[in-house]
Structure formats: C-alpha cells, structure tokens
C-alpha cells in the first residue's frame, strides 16, 4: 500500500507543477525543460508507469523476497506471543510479524520488524526479475528507487521555488 501511494502521490506533484504554468513569467518553459530530463530518467519513466499501471489495474507488480542466513525457526518461536496465532517473514508487501485471529474469526496481519539481524526481507518490481537462481542479487530493490524518485520530485518543488518563488508561484 506504501508503495501505492508513493508512486500515485508522487506523480501528483508533476500535475500539480503543471497547474502552476502562466503563473509565473518564464515558468512554462522551465518546467518544459524539466519534463524532458524527467522522461529520459528510466526510474522516473517507470514511476510514471507504474502509476498508470496501479490506476488501471489496482495494483503494482512487485515480488517479495525472504533472505535467511543461519536463521533457526527456534529463533521465531521465541518471539511469537501467545495471543498470535501465527507467524509471518516477507509477505507480499515485504513485512513481517503475526497472524492474528480477529472476534469474526477471521485472520488479520500484525506487522512487527523482528529484529533479526540474520534475515532480510524486501521487494522487487517484477519486471526486473530476469535472473537465474534462488536469489536475485543484482537487481533494483523498490525502496532505492522510491527514495531516488521522491528525491528528483522534491528537488523539482524546491527549483521552482528558488526560480520564481513562492509568492510567484501563488498567483
């Protein structure tokens, strides 16, 4: 779900940019310019299309993973309380934590960081899983590229205020 809104979020600041031309003097063709960079960027490109894909899909294609070395099921037993009915390592959204049992019988997701310093657990998107073997050690994991594409959308917001500021921007 994080995944989801970052992504759909994330482009909202582009539309919101785009509201902003002829509101400032030389503004259209500033934002022109950073649009151009923005769809040579292969991570945002790929946000940009990752969110028409969530839009008209409903979701993200995205693989989790679960890394254990030297990991002993001895170890989750330990941490498990006694009200969970069980336990969990690199669902769908990469989390961990506990089953538990709701009034309506139903079963409901807690979700807790263990701790482990021995297990690590993520995601991928799907499209980059093209590798042989067990683990894919070399491609992009999601969080990088969400955190590289916030930065690009932030530093965008933060130009166009040093360019034509905030009072020019609010006309």
Partial sequence: MGLQNAVTFGRSVTFVLQNLKGKAEGFEEWYDERVEVLKDDPVCSYM???????????EADTVNYA????FNPAQLQ??????????????????SGFYVERSDGTQEKFYVDFGF?????????????????????????IEDDLKYYVKILAELV????????SEGLSN
């Fill in 158 to 165: 933060s130009d166009a205020k040093d360019e034509f500021g």
């Fill in 67 to 70: 890394k254990a070395e030297g």
């Fill in 117 to 141: 310093d021995n297990i690590e657990t993520g995601l991928y998107f799907e499209e980059t899983q093209e590798y042989e073997g067990p683990f894919p050690e070399d491609i992009t994991e």
């Fill in 48 to 58: 940009v299309d990752l969110r028409n894909k969530i839009l008209k899909e409903g």
């Fill in 78 to 95: 330990a941490v498990t309380p006694s009200w969970a009915d069980g336990s969990f390592i690199g669902d769908q959204y990469g989390g």
